[in-house]
């Protein structure tokens, strides 16, 4: 007999029991005993049947809950996968999410469990993962962690270097360091590390990939050089371990700044560049408007941040990313959630189906969430729904609406 079956027969005697007590007591003879034991006998059998109706509850949902949910398992080229194994092609997960390594690199499956995994890497691999409710992933390179909810990014981890790079197609990551340093990278950010260097840029070319097809993993021959090869592509490298990239002689000040900004270095960009910032924004074209806000941003310094990013603003074919840019500003440099909510919603009205559209849905949905307020959060939900489907939010919007009785 098992034990459910046990205490639902101690159940089923004990409430006989009770019956035949009340049977008794309605009858023309009652039982010969006094009535306050006859009181204290009728409340024994009713607590017995509470405690034992309690258990026949806690039982029923130890036995007939679901199962633990099992864990993912993977595949690659050559079959089922299996821990502990280098694999050198593409590894897809059971939940949809894939790593997929670039030319000479290899991802090693560590562990998996029902909500996600822990992969290490060596080398350049692409990396989506599935969002699903509590997804839990972590992928290693070196002595740094990547901790994954869902999202897309692209990340390297060069041994030989000691490097570390990120860039970030969706969602947001928080990356972990050695010294228990931590730093959250989000869409449109890119990172590189190279010793106790950590340098935030945007993503507009990976960190870690030059244009002339260079590996920024071998050592640089000059900072200069590389400077002016970062300058000339218009995108982010990974900063080489000489000392900080120099302007060529003949060069302007304008051009240094932009020099530095562009190699990652953000620091010395704005300081080069902070004393003449008016004149700055003033004469700069649409891209370097950008630039000059991103450096002010990565300073943390919100006021030049603002003045580049809304002049950034007047040219129509960057003016989503900086209306996006003075939503992350007013979040994350001013900590003010009203004027995020202005600045993110504008990006939305003047962009509907932009490139950073599903982003900016996804940050005021988060914002709604944050102050209470369920019926702009079940508006944001749907439409963050029909922009990214599959996007980070995607399980919070849905779950959020299924609450309202709106199921999508």
């Known amino acids: 007999m098992t034990p459910l079956e046990r205490l639902m027969k101690e159940v ?25 034991a006859a009181g204290r006998r009728r409340t024994r059998l009713a607590w017995s049947t509470v405690a034992l109706a309690g258990a026949v509850a806690v039982v029923l949902m130890l036995v007939m809950r679901p199962g633990e949910a099992p864990s993912l398992t993977f595949r690659s080229s050559a079959g089922q996968g299996t821990l502990g194994r280098a694999y050198r092609d593409a590894v897809v997960f059971s939940d949809g999410s894939q790593l997929a390594p670039a030319a000479g690199a290899a991802v090693d499956v560590v562990k998996v469990g029902p909500a996600g995994a822990e992969v290490r890497i060596d080398g350049t ?43 970030m197609r969706e969602g947001a990551v928080r990356v972990e360091g050695p010294d228990e340093r931590t730093l959250a990278v989000a869409a449109g950010q890119s990172l590189a590390i190279r010793g106790s260097s950590w340098r935030v840029g945007p993503a507009e070319q990976p960190p870690g990939d030059r ?20 300058s000339a592509a218009g995108g982010a490298s ?10 060529p002689a003949g060069a302007s000040a304008a051009a240094s700044w932009e020099s530095l900004a562009r190699a990652g270095d953000f620091a010395g960009a704005y300081r080069l560049a902070r004393p003449r910032w008016q004149q ?5 074209p649409g891209d370097e408007l950008l630039l000059l806000g991103d450096t002010a941003r990565f300073a943390r310094d919100a ?23 003075r939503g992350l ?3 994350d440099l001013r900590a003010d959630a009203g004027a995020a ?46 922009l990214a489907p599959d996007g980070p939010h995607a399980g919070e919007a849905r779950r959020l609406l299924s609450e309202a009785g709106d199921r999508r």
């Open 12 to 36: 089923a005697a004990t409430q006989r029991e009770v019956l035949a007590q009340r049977r008794r007591e309605s009858g023309w003879q009652r039982p010969r005993v006094r009535p306050a």
């Open 125 to 167: 691999v692409e990396v989506d993962i599935h969002h699903r409710d509590e997804t839990s992933w972590r992928v290693l390179g070196g002595p740094y962690a990547v901790v994954v909810t869902g999202t897309r990014f692209r990340v390297q981890w060069s041994a030989t270097e000691a490097t570390f790079a990120l860039t």
């Open 211 to 230: 244009a002339d097809g260079t590996d920024v993993t071998a050592p640089a021959a000059a900072a200069s050089r590389a400077a002016e090869a970062t």
């Open 238 to 247: 990974l900063p080489s371990a000489a000392p900080e990239p120099t302007i």
């Open 280 to 284: 700055l924004c003033g004469r700069a």
């Open 303 to 325: 006021d030049r941040a603002d003045i580049a990013y809304g002049r950034a603003s007047a040219h129509r074919e960057i003016a989503e990313r900086a209306l996006f840019a």
């Open 329 to 331: 500003v007013a979040l």
């Open 341 to 386: 909510v202005t600045w993110f919603g504008r990006a939305l009205r003047a962009f509907p189906r932009g490139r950073l559209a599903a982003d900016a849905s996804g940050r005021l949905l988060e914002l709604a969430l944050a102050r209470g307020d369920r019926v702009a959060a079940a508006r944001e939900a749907r439409r963050y729904l029909g």
